[in-house]
C-alpha cells in the first residue's frame, strides 16, 4: 500500500448504529487531518492530530470522535449519527516538523474518502 | 474572515486548447501560501501546484501555471494543451502563516472541470 489509505469506500449506517471509518497513512507524515465534504459547501476541517496530539477540533459534534493510536493510523467512530452528516469523509496527512504548527505552506496527502450515507 | 472564492462552478474546454480557473480571496494577512487541489472522478485530492505570497515569480508546474496578483487578491489557474485526464474538480485553498492562526485550509467551493474529446 501506498500514500494514504482509507477503509471502507462506502459505508451505509442506520441513525442508532455505531461504526468506524480508518485512514492509515505510508507515508512517514506526522499530521493527520479529517475533512468532512458535502456538496455545494466547502471542505470542513474536523480534527487535526500533530505528533499524534489532538490539535484542533473544528466545533464537531461529540458523535464524531476520533482516534489517533500512532503516527500511521486515524479513525474516526461514528455514533448515532444524522442523515445531514452523509458525505464524503477524507482523510489527510502532511509532513510536520514542529508539534506546535502544522499545516501552513505544507501539502497535504488525502485519501480516496469514504462515502457515507446515513438513513 | 478569510474567504475563498470560485466563481465559475463549471467549466469546459476541448482537449489541447488551454483553460483559466479563476480564485480569489479576502485575507488581511501579509504572508500566507495559496494552493490549486485536483479531485479526479476517482476522488483522491492531489496538489497541482501552490504560491508562496511573498514571491512575485508565479508557480509553474508543467502544464499548469498560476497568475497570482497579490494586490488584487487573485490566484488564477491556466492549464495548457489539456489533457482528457484533466477533467476533474480544481479547488483552490489558502493558508495563513501569521503567528496564532491555526493554519488550516480555507477552500472554495471548486470549479468543475470537463475536457472534451
Known amino acids: 500500500e501506498t500514500g494514504v489509505t482509507q477503509t471502507p469506500r462506502h459505508l451505509v449506517m442506520g441513525m442508532t448504529n455505531k461504526k468506524s471509518l480508518k485512514c492509515e497513512q505510508h507515508l512517514g507524515h506526522n499530521a493527520m487531518y479529517w475533512y468532512k465534504q458535502s456538496a455545494k459547501k466547502p471542505l470542513e476541517l474536523m480534527f487535526v492530530?500533530?505528533?499524534?496530539?489532538q490539535t484542533e477540533n473544528n466545533s464537531v459534534p461529540s458523535r464524531f470522535s476520533p482516534e489517533c493510536p500512532n503516527s500511521s493510523h486515524l479513525f474516526l467512530h461514528l455514533h448515532t449519527l444524522q442523515p445531514e452528516d452523509s458525505a464524503l469523509y477524507l482523510c489527510a496527512s502532511s509532513q510536520e516538523t514542529l508539534k506546535t504548527f502544522w499545516g501552513g505552506g505544507n501539502e497535504q496527502f488525502f485519501g480516496p474518502g469514504t462515502r457515507l450515507t446515513v438513513l | 474572515a478569510q474567504t475563498v472564492t470560485q466563481s465559475q462552478p463549471e467549466m469546459s474546454v476541448q482537449e489541447a486548447e488551454t483553460v483559466t480557473l479563476s480564485c480569489t480571496y479576502d485575507t488581511s494577512e501579509s504572508n500566507y501560501y495559496l494552493f490549486w487541489y485536483k479531485q479526479p472522478p476517482s476522488r483522491q485530492m492531489i496538489l497541482v501546484i501552490r504560491q508562496e505570497a511573498y514571491k512575485q515569480q508565479n508557480a509553474t508546474e508543467n502544464r499548469f501555471s498560476v497568475n497570482f496578483q497579490k494586490a488584487a487578491k487573485s490566484f488564477s489557474l491556466k492549464i495548457s494543451d489539456s489533457q482528457l485526464g484533466d477533467t476533474a474538480m480544481y479547488f483552490c485553498a489558502f493558508a495563513g502563516l501569521s503567528a496564532g492562526n491555526n493554519r488550516k485550509l480555507i477552500w472554495g467551493l471548486g470549479t468543475s472541470l470537463a475536457v472534451n474529446p
Open positions: 492530530y500533530n505528533f499524534k496530539e
